[in-house]
Nanobody
Framework: QVRLVESGGGLVQPGGSLRLSCAAS???????MAWYRQAPGKERELVAH???????NYADSVKGRFTISRDNAKNTVYLQMNSLKPEDTAVYYC????????WGQGTQVTVSS
């Protein structure tokens, strides 16, 4: 079973940036990969996804601010987050876009002054 480990979260001021990483213990090359987030009291939501060839798609709330990328050789997915807003505060997870596998522990992102 492939395991997912997210990292890179932290506390950042509004307008700041963070880069999240998601390391998979097995190959991700054939999968559409995605980043999700879950804010306190809310359901988990899809933030962005990327197909193996590099085509990306984003939730309207992050479009123009976040960039998803992948390195299949390293079995790693990234999320560059710029111009962060307090409403981006959440635990961020990566997983397959469909047929999700066991969720990792996520990484906490807190945007606050």
């Amino acid at each position: 079973q492939v395991r997912l480990v997210e990292s890179g979260g932290g506390l950042v001021q509004p307008g700041g940036s963070l880069r999240l990483s998601c390391a998979a213990s097995g190959s991700i090359s054939t999968y559409i990969m995605a980043w999700y987030r879950q804010a306190p009291g809310k359901e988990r939501e899809l933030v962005a996804h990327i197909i193996s060839g590099g085509i990306t798609n984003y939730a309207d709330s992050v479009k123009g601010r976040f960039t998803i990328s992948r390195d299949n050789a390293k079995n790693t997915v990234y999320l560059q987050m710029n111009s962060l807003k307090p409403e981006d505060t959440a635990v961020y997870y990566c997983n397959r876009f469909s047929n999700t596998i066991a969720w990792g522990q996520g990484t906490q992102v807190t945007v606050s002054s």
